[in-house]
């Protein structure tokens, strides 16, 4: 009887890119088609072609960062030996992807930092923030990287791209 009613149902628009977003368990995609890839018979919903609705911001990057298994993050740890670059590097293949995946971030710059940083740590983060700063608290790194010195040398160095890239005034 579900299955009946699934198919009554309009079927989603396709995406020129193959690049979908569901709104519900707030996940990307890369599809043929606009079909739930985990429940195929079953999902009620369809994925959204970004071309016609994206991610209304970089919060919903904020799952790969702290709920996914920890692997990009572990394995960085392992492999990174120096920082010189890296920030910059990551901070703009972020911007790339949000541009890819035509999410709006210009007008959420703090919560684009934000992402940014939960995206590379992969830990909790935690923001203060005042008339003159931002200050972002990074929760049990080492429970993720080896050398906080390192992940702090990248992440500063990326923020500081971001920031410049946002005109971003407060320090």
Do not use: H
């Amino acid at each position: 009887m579900i299955q009946e009613k699934l198919q009554s149902l309009p079927q989603g628009k396709f995406s020129d890119s193959g690049r979908y977003w569901c709104a519900t368990c707030k996940k990307f995609f890369r599809l043929d088609e606009p079909k739930c890839p985990y429940m195929t018979n079953m999902c009620i919903n369809t994925p959204i072609a970004v071309e016609n609705l994206s991610a209304e911001s970089p919060e919903a990057l904020e799952k790969f960062g702290l709920y996914y298994p920890k692997l990009p993050q572990k394995f960085m740890s392992n492999v990174i030996k120096s920082s010189k670059g890296l920030g910059e590097k990551f901070a703009k293949s972020y911007l790339d992807f949000l541009n890819d995946w035509n999410i709006n971030y210009s007008n959420q710059p703090i919560q684009t930092l934000k992402s940014f940083i939960l995206i590379i740590s992969g830990c909790e983060t935690a923001q203060r923030i005042s008339e003159e700063k931002v200050a972002f608290i990074i929760m049990d790194p080492e429970k993720v990287w080896k050398d906080k010195i390192i992940l702090k040398e990248i992440i500063e160095e990326g923020v500081q791209y971001l920031k410049n890239t946002f005109n971003l005034k407060k320090k």
